[in-house]
């Protein structure tokens, strides 16, 4: 399939390190976002997702921060592995549509 | 399977003919996206269908992309006069329930890379 992602930013973490990785998103108004995964040759995958009542949400290993003041998301990794190797997008739902807009994405590289 | 099935996974074709991509999305989701993708960029939007309407197709691009969902389930993606520009990886997601509940988990199949010579 084809590769994604070839010239993104691109965050290189230890294996074992946390990782943290920030988007910034677009309209005041969005309400609902999600982190996705995106494996070469393959579509994004759902990670986690988080309300715009909430600041913090966690999943397994993942952690989503909102920060609705200055429009910023952030997802955090803990213990970064091998298979966390990816692109990283994250996605807003555009207000009264039924669109998701995603964000230009990072590319993640964790080294052994 | 149980994931988004998309058809063909590569195609290649020449400048001004037409091509068909095809989404089989999981059974009983109701909700069915398609996206393109640019090498480096994230997916855009392009079309949203409800059951067997397009309840948003705001994202298409222009008059020679369409799309279709005649019986709610398997959507066909059609492009005219194809163009160069139109390279890109075309994904298709469906979903559970309406966009509108505010469910992110769309489920995306593996895309169909079109290449545009």
């Known amino acids: 399939g084809e590769s994604v992602g070839l010239h993104l930013p691109t965050l290189s973490v230890q294996e074992g390190d946390n990782s943290i990785i920030n988007c910034a998103y677009s309209?005041?108004?969005?309400?609902?976002f999600i982190w996705y995964k995106q494996e070469s040759g393959k579509g994004p995958q759902f990670i986690i997702d988080?309300?715009?009542?909430?600041d913090k949400r966690q999943g397994q290993r993942v952690t989503v921060l909102l920060n609705k003041t200055v429009k910023h998301l952030s997802l955090q990794i803990a213990a970064t592995q091998p298979g966390d190797s990816a692109v990283y997008f994250c996605?807003?739902?555009?207000?009264?549509?039924?669109?998701?807009?995603f964000g230009t994405g990072t590319r993640l590289k964790v080294l052994a | 399977g149980a994931g988004v099935s998309q058809t063909p996974s590569n195609k290649v074709t020449e400048k001004g003919k037409y091509v068909e991509l095809r989404c089989d999305p999981i059974?009983?989701?109701?909700?069915l996206y398609w996206y393109r993708q640019s090498l480096g960029q994230g997916p855009e939007f392009l079309i949203y269908?409800?059951?067997?309407?397009?309840?948003?197709d705001s994202g298409l691009p222009n008059d020679r992309f369409f799309a279709v969902r005649p019986e709610g389930s398997v959507s066909t993606l059609k492009i005219q006069r194809t163009e160069r520009g139109d390279s890109a990886v075309y994904l298709c997601?469906?979903?559970?329930?309406?966009?509108?509940?505010?469910?992110?988990?769309?489920?995306f199949g593996e895309g169909s890379r079109l290449t545009v010579l």
């Open positions: 997601a469906s979903s559970l329930t309406p966009a509108g509940a505010n469910t992110g988990e769309l489920f």
């Open positions: 309209n005041s108004a969005s309400d609902y």
């Open positions: 988080i309300r715009s009542n909430m």
């Open positions: 996605a807003e739902k555009d207000p009264g549509t039924y669109k998701y807009i």
């Open positions: 059974s009983g989701h109701t909700a």
């Open positions: 269908f409800q059951g067997t309407g397009a309840a948003d």
